[in-house]
């Protein structure tokens, strides 16, 4: 059976952990070591999902901030996408929203998922749970992971990887 090949777009502001979060899923690495990406870094992932083959090709798509904007072209074909914001700075889950509507016409209806990273740091996060409450209550599925134990890394992507292929099926 020949794999079904998804894009997927990783956006949100810079050092929010977009790189260090596909590093742990592609190859269950972790760096402290903070690295820019300029760009777009494409990686890909192959998997089994509930039988069905799928190969993931992750697109990293370079920090977004005042002085460089994320151009739409990027987006094309994507077929679901992860907003990351660091729970560090409640700032980054606003941008990781404005993100998501800005691009809502480019991404069409594929899955997103709000990833909130850093929760290896939990004890210094800004983020509150009433925030994510509330998020939730607006129909976002949102993730408290960390790139550096694991945490959630992989149910981030597997939950992805279903709901795009069950949309590929309808």
Known sequence: ????????????????GKTS???RYVKSLFSERYQ???GVQIDKKELVI?????TIMLWDLYGE?????????????????FFVADGTRAQSVDHA?????????DLGDGPRILLVNKHDLAAQWEVRDETLARLRAKGWLV??????????????FELLARAMLERESD
């Open 97 to 105: 929203l404005e993100l998501a509507e800005r691009f809502a016409p």
């Open 21 to 23: 979060l596909v590093q």
């Open 36 to 38: 820019t990406t300029i």
């Open 143 to 156: 993730l408290c992971t960390s790139a550096k134990d694991g945490e959630n890394v992989e149910r981030a």
């Open 1 to 16: 059976m020949t794999p079904t090949r998804v894009k997927v777009c990783m956006l949100g502001s810079f050092a929010v």
């Open 50 to 54: 509930d039988g069905r083959p799928l």
């Open 65 to 81: 901030d005042e002085f460089q904007k994320l151009s739409a072209s990027f987006l094309r074909g994507a077929h679901g996408a």
